[in-house]
């Protein structure tokens, strides 16, 4: 079975600060690694994704994460957050057939 | 971009009643959609997988004869809520496109 850890619950970080959320997985196959974004009162939108290749990943937004394999983690980054990316940040993976699994998801409070 | 639409966002009902949850594909087709739960500070899981013109596939420990999914056409799922309880009480969300797209989500409240 799968499983997707998420360590961090609640980050509060000031403006231009830099943020790294961490997520691990569990799942003995080939994955496909999603990070999501839920800003407040809107739905789940997809911030970027993994499926084979380059281990970093630019997605929307100036988030980045790095698939690194022998830790079994996809750490979503951005160098400079904003007031705007005060959202609720998941981790999610994909193993056999189209199952997502999520993580219990990172609150992010961005403090002007 | 892919839409996907679902309603009500948020419905009160009483114990005991049924409650419906829409969710559509507004410009493309979806053979297969999937309904998640989200418990308040919790992250979402997986209720069932519904598949277009067949039987939904429910996750373990979903009670099937609670939550009625229905998968009639290519555009539209149904989730329906039966016989509600206040423990029923949550998120509902709907996702299509293998985790690419999903609903804006259905706040549910048993009183």
């Known amino acids: 079975a799968q499983s997707v850890s998420q360590h961090n619950h609640h980050v509060i970080l000031s403006e231009a600060a830099s943020l790294e959320l961490g997520c691990n997985y569990s799942?003995?196959?080939?994955?496909?690694l999603f990070w999501y974004v839920q800003y407040p009162g809107q739905h789940l939108q997809l911030l970027l994704k993994?499926?084979?290749?380059?281990?970093l990943v630019k997605g929307i937004k100036g988030f980045e994460a790095e698939f690194i394999k022998s830790k079994f983690s996809f750490n979503l980054r951005k160098p400079s957050v904003q007031w705007s990316d005060t959202a609720e940040y998941f981790c999610?993976?994909?193993?056999?057939?189209?199952?997502?699994?999520f993580g219990t998801g990172t609150q992010l409070k961005v403090e002007l | 971009g892919a839409v996907v639409s679902q309603h009500p966002s948020r419905v009160i009902c009483k114990s005991g009643t049924s409650v419906k949850i829409e969710c559509r594909s507004l410009?493309?087709?979806?053979?297969?959609m999937f309904w998640y739960r989200q418990f308040p500070k919790k992250s979402l899981m997986l209720m069932a997988t519904?598949?277009?013109?067949?039987?939904?596939?429910?996750e373990q420990g979903v009670e099937k004869d609670k939550f009625l999914i229905n998968h009639a056409s290519l555009t539209l799922s149904t989730l329906t809520v039966t016989s509600a309880h206040p423990e029923d009480s949550s998120f509902y969300i709907c996702?299509?496109?293998?985790?690419?797209?999903f609903g804006s989500g259905t706040r549910l409240t048993v009183v």
């Open positions: 993994y499926f084979s290749g380059d281990p």
């Open positions: 519904s598949n277009e013109g067949s039987k939904a596939t429910y």
């Open positions: 999610a993976v994909r193993g056999g057939g189209n199952k997502l699994t």
């Open positions: 996702s299509a496109r293998a985790g690419y797209t």
């Open positions: 410009d493309f087709q979806a053979t297969t």
């Open positions: 799942y003995g196959g080939t994955v496909n």
